[in-house]
C-alpha cells in the first residue's frame, strides 16, 4: 500500500533509465507487471466525487443541496409557517413555530437546544426512526419469545431496556451529526427512500408503537402473537 504514491510512481523512470541495456526487458517486464498490480489501487484511492466511484460519488448522488432561496420560496408558498395561531409573525425566541428559515438547519441554528427544539429538525427525526425500529424489533422479539412489549423491557435477566438506550443513543447521534453540518432529512434522497417516505412512516410506526404498547397493556397478550 505503501508503495502506491505519486513519488514512487515518478521514480521509475528513472530507475529503468539506469538500468543496464543487458536487463532492461526483464526489468521492464518486472516493471509493467508491478505497475499493473500498484495502478489498481492507486486509482481507488483518487477516485474522488467526480470520479464517479467510492462510497463519497453515492453519498453526493444521494444529496441535495437546499440553498437559502429554497427555503424562502417554500416558507413564501406555505403561509402556516409566518403565523402562529393567532396570525401575528412569531419571532424566533416564541413558543410557537419558529420560520422555516429560522430552525432549518441549512440556513438557522445548528445548536443542539434549537435542533432539538419542538418546532426543530430534531426531535421527529430521531423519534420517527427509533418507532420504525422499535416496532420491527418488537414484532421480531415477540414472535420468538411470546413477551410483550412491557416484558422485553422489565423482566429480570432480559436487557431490553438497555438495548433501546443503547439503540437511542446511537440513532439520536447519526441523525444529529449531519444536522450539526448544515444538512437535514430533506437534503438526501435515493429513489422512493426520500423525506417524504421517511417522515410519514416514521409518523405512522409512531403511532402503531403507542397502539401496540395500550393494546398490550390491556389485554397482557402479545399482540403479534395473536397474528
Avoid: C
Avoid at 56 to 67: A, F, G, P
Avoid at 138 to 151: D, L, S, Y
Wanted: glycine residues 8%.
Amino acid at each position: 500500500m505503501a508503495l502506491a504514491t505519486s513519488s514512487s510512481l515518478a521514480a521509475l523512470p528513472s530507475s529503468l533509465s539506469r538500468t543496464p541495456l543487458g536487463g532492461a526487458s526483464a526489468h521492464k517486464s518486472r516493471s509493467s507487471r508491478s505497475l499493473r498490480f500498484l495502478l489498481p489501487v492507486r486509482a481507488s484511492s483518487d477516485k474522488g466525487p467526480a470520479g464517479g466511484d467510492g462510497i463519497s460519488s453515492v453519498l453526493d448522488q444521494t444529496k441535495k443541496n437546499i440553498s437559502r432561496e429554497d427555503v424562502l420560496k417554500n416558507q413564501a408558498e406555505n403561509e402556516s409557517e409566518k403565523k402562529s395561531v393567532f396570525g401575528a409573525v412569531p419571532s424566533s425566541g416564541a413558543m410557537w413555530p419558529r420560520p422555516e428559515i429560522e430552525r432549518r438547519p441549512e440556513t438557522g441554528d445548528r445548536s443542539f437546544p434549537s435542533l432539538m427544539a419542538f418546532d426543530g429538525a430534531g426531535p421527529e427525526t430521531i423519534n420517527g426512526r427509533l418507532a420504525m425500529v422499535g416496532i420491527v424489533w418488537a414484532f421480531a422479539v415477540e414472535r420468538i419469545t411470546g413477551q410483550t412489549v412491557f416484558e422485553q423491557l422489565y423482566t429480570p435477566g432480559n436487557f431490553g431496556l438497555f438495548n433501546f438506550l443503547m439503540v437511542a443513543q446511537l440513532f439520536a447521534y447519526a441523525s444529529l451529526v449531519p444536522m450539526f453540518k448544515g444538512e437535514s432529512p430533506d437534503s438526501r434522497a435515493m429513489g422512493p427512500f426520500n423525506a417524504m417516505a421517511e417522515r410519514w412512516n416514521g409518523r405512522t410506526a409512531m403511532l402503531g408503537f403507542l397502539a401496540l404498547v395500550l393494546t398490550e397493556s390491556f389485554i397482557k397478550t402479545p399482540v403479534f402473537n395473536m397474528m
